[in-house]
């Protein structure tokens, strides 16, 4: 069994988030892809405090008639900050057998030496890093973090990092949609359509709950320390 975890606050989900889900599935072959929705995101705070069993809905909406595709609200059942470290030894500890593969965007893999624990992550999973627009990891080696450089070889062939411990670094350049989730709560506050952005069900949700109506401005980008 191969299983690709794919982490994040989804405020809210979009069609970016479910390309990106269905390119990493297809390029390691992943069985199942688990969406799991942050609770208490400790790299920033949450715009508009937007309460998790909405977000929790939205990507269950979002996601609802693919078989390749699930959803865990581990983050929300296990309370306090949402460590991506935690919830991945969770689901290893679950499924001791099985072959766990982290996705996250570039822009996060090029910081995530400020991830909390984050050598471990290398240790109990492989990763799939997706290219996101405008930040291209260049050169992977000099993308990690000095601490662990040692722990990897490069295998130029396939553009691949492999770990000492049999684990790797996959990247995936894909198709780039910028779609942004604070583009698009800015727009859900301003009563402008955001037909296309995010499935229809998605759409229709968001509008029924009145969920960014009152969204507020974002704020100036401070240094932040990540999961």
């Known amino acids: 069994m191969r ?52 977000r929790f809905e939205m990507v269950r909406l979002a996601i609802r008639g693919n078989p390749a595709f699930e959803m865990s609200d581990i983050e929300g059942r296990r309370g306090g900050k949402s460590y991506s470290i935690d919830t991945i030894a969770s689901f290893r500890a679950e499924h001791p057998g099985a072959g766990l593969f982290f996705i996250i965007g570039s822009d996060s893999f090029l910081e995530i030496g400020l991830w909390h624990r984050y050598a471990e992550i290398f240790r109990q999973c492989s990763l799939i890093v997706v290219e996101r627009p405008g930040c291209p990891v260049a050169d992977p080696s000099a993308a990690l973090p000095v601490a662990i450089r040692g722990e990897f070889s490069y295998n130029a062939a396939s553009r691949r990092l492999e770990h000492g411990s049999g684990e790797q670094v996959h990247f995936l350049r894909g198709c780039p949609l910028a779609i942004s989730s604070t583009e698009i709560r800015q727009m859900a506050a301003a009563g402008h359509s955001i037909t296309y952005l995010v499935p229809p069900a998605v759409e229709a949700y968001i509008k029924e709950q009145r969920i960014y109506s009152e969204c507020p401005q974002p704020k100036p980008k401070q240094q932040r320390s990540r999961p």
Do not use: Q, W, Y
């Not at 479910?18 to 715009?47: N, Q």
């Open 3 to 54: 299983i690709g975890l794919m982490g994040g606050t989804f405020n809210p989900v979009h069609l970016a988030h479910l390309r990106i889900a269905e390119e990493a599935r297809e390029l390691c072959a992943l069985d199942r892809v688990v969406f799991i929705p942050a609770a208490d995101p400790p790299h920033k705070p949450l715009a508009g405090e937007v309460p998790f069993m909405l």
